[in-house]
């Protein structure tokens, strides 16, 4: 138990649905990560938050849209996905950037399939 | 450059060492961790190295040389449970964010 929970676990989604990802974090973390993981390829950080301010965005198609409302949650909403967005999405969060981000705990991930 | 190499796959024996390495060439290179992830789960730290040297954590070690852009991860008295994917992954002096290479799947056989 690593204590980054993530829902849904599974998500099969429509390219034209809304549907939104959460990740919530029990360690008093001030920094979250969302990171995509497609078969076969590195995990891909996709945004960075600290203090629920974003400090970076990998260039991530606008289609993904992240919301921090507080240290401990994080959401990814997703609107008109293509199939190739099909993936492990991963959450994970760490002490912050001034602290020990290089441990950084990740949550079970959302297994994501765009039909 | 942000290139990290590490084998894709890795066979041994329980009981056996196993080393699996990582290159890396990224500018504003401020250390290195290692990840363990078995199929279907989350990634776990397994440990960091920020400076040369080796870093020991029970059956695990790591060790990394700055001056070749090169760390390997070392695990010793292989079990069944570590067959998994390793993922090294460095990390940048400014924003702290993880970089990860390909990872490298470890079977271990009986």
């Known amino acids: 138990e690593t204590g980054v929970t993530q829902t849904p676990r599974h998500l099969v989604m429509g390219m034209t649905n809304k549907k939104s990802l959460k990740c919530e974090q029990h360690?008093?973390?001030?920094?979250m990560y969302w990171y995509k993981q497609s078969a076969k390829k590195p995990l891909e950080l996709m945004f960075v938050?600290?203090?629920?301010?974003?400090?970076e965005n990998n260039s991530v198609p606008s289609r993904f849209s992240p919301e921090c409302p507080n240290s401990s949650h994080l959401f990814l909403h997703l609107h008109t996905l293509q199939p190739e967005d099909s993936a492990l999405y991963l959450c994970?969060?760490?002490?912050?950037?001034?602290?020990?981000?290089?441990?950084?705990?990740f949550g079970p991930g959302t297994r994501l399939t765009v039909t | 450059g942000q290139s990290l190499e590490q084998p894709s796959e890795v066979t041994a024996v329980e009981g056996a060492i196993v080393q699996i390495n990582c290159t890396y060439q990224?500018?504003?290179?401020?250390?290195l961790s290692w990840y363990q992830q078995h199929d279907g789960g989350a990634p776990t730290f397994l440990s960091y190295n920020g400076l040369d040297g080796l870093e020991e954590t029970g059956r695990f070690s790591s060790f990394l040389s700055r001056s070749d852009s090169y760390g390997y991860l070392l695990l010793q008295e292989l079990q069944m449970k570590d067959s998994a994917s390793y993922f090294c992954?460095?990390?940048?002096?400014?924003?702290?964010?993880?970089?990860f290479g390909q990872g490298t799947e470890l079977s271990v056989k009986p």
């Open positions: 990224t500018s504003g290179f401020y250390g």
């Open positions: 360690l008093g973390h001030n920094a």
């Open positions: 994970a969060s760490s002490q912050g950037i001034a602290g020990v981000s290089y441990e950084q705990y």
């Open positions: 992954a460095v990390i940048y002096n400014q924003g702290g964010k993880l970089i």
């Open positions: 938050y600290n203090f629920k301010e974003q400090t």
